[in-house]
């Protein structure tokens, strides 16, 4: 799946390719995605100008020159692919992701610009297209969720004060979207390592050191992987075609029965399921 990494190159390959740009044509294959895309989601964008890609947790955000916008969800295997008109079987084209990588079928919706396409592959359908016709109806859209990592309100004492008797575990708290957005499953074991406090402890008994290392380690992390261009474990690529290589960076996940990567401790990285989740962590130096 997709996380908030990787979703933000997406963004950043996007934004690059399609700001300034006016949709020509609008195909869509198959409307039963997620959610059925809107019956007159055609004509509702048609010809409009992108004023730039946004994103909000994993959720991408086009913005029109006219203040409406198209919130898109990658769902569990969605992509996103840029192929140049009439250069189908070229592979000299680098900076577009190549005809030979789109797979023949789950191109569900084909949305043209002059001189390209974008196209939405999404072979398990949990992803989506919601058109969206101005700021208060996207601000409704996102109103349940938590902050992001980045932004100012994940605080000391917004996290503090959340975790206040809470006998919910951290793990889960930091896969709850009301709670914080974006951080996924994978980063989510990565945060709670450097942290180095273990993924069950109750939200009651964290200390506001802890809070402190858990903010500090949350932008931390993000930050790498979308410099490192995302996760590629599953089916995730960016758009150039190119693979991410955090992955080759992960400190626990997917580490089990591994030496624990922290100089001098003996402890052997446990994986553990928490609330159907996998959870990768040290079983020494994570307290
Ligand atoms: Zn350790």
Redesign the pocket.
């Known amino acids: 799946m997709p996380e908030l990494p990787e979703v933000e190159i997406v963004r950043q390959s996007l934004n690059k390719k399609i700001k300034g740009k006016i949709i020509q044509k609008v195909l869509i294959k198959n409307r039963n995605l997620r959610f059925k895309i809107q019956s007159k989601f055609e004509q509702l964008i048609i010809k409009k100008k992108i004023k730039r890609v946004d994103r909000f947790s994993k959720y991408l955000i086009l913005f029109f020159e006219d203040y409406t916008g198209c919130i898109i969800h990658l769902g569990m295997s969605g992509t996103i692919h840029l192929l140049r008109k009439y250069k189908k079987n070229s592979i000299t084209n680098t900076s577009f992701y190549n005809s030979p990588l789109l797979p023949e079928k789950h191109n569900h919706i084909e949305i043209s610009f002059e001189k390209f396409k974008l196209i939405y592959n999404d072979p398990r359908r949990f992803g989506y297209f919601l058109y969206i016709k101005n700021k208060d109806e996207l601000k409704k859209k996102f109103s349940h969720f938590g902050p992001e990592p980045f932004s100012d309100s994940f605080n000391i004492k917004y996290i503090s004060k959340y975790f206040k008797k809470k006998e919910k575990n951290i793990k889960n708290f930091l896969l709850d979207q009301k709670f914080v957005s974006g951080i996924g499953n994978i980063y989510a074991s990565e945060i709670l ?1 450097l942290s ?1 406090i273990n993924p069950l402890k109750k939200g009651k008994n964290i200390t506001l050191n802890e809070c402190k290392k858990i903010i500090f380690n949350s932008k931390l992390v993000l930050i790498r992987a979308i410099k490192k261009g995302g996760s590629s474990i599953r089916d995730f690529k960016n758009i150039s075609g190119n693979r991410g290589s955090f992955q080759k960076d992960f400190k626990v996940y997917q580490k089990e029965n591994l030496k ?3 100089f001098n ?5 446990i994986k553990k399921f928490i609330s159907n989740r996998s959870s990768f962590f ?5 307290k």
């Open positions: 390592f180095k624990c990567p922290n401790c003996p402890g052997i990285i040290c079983n020494i130096c994570q």
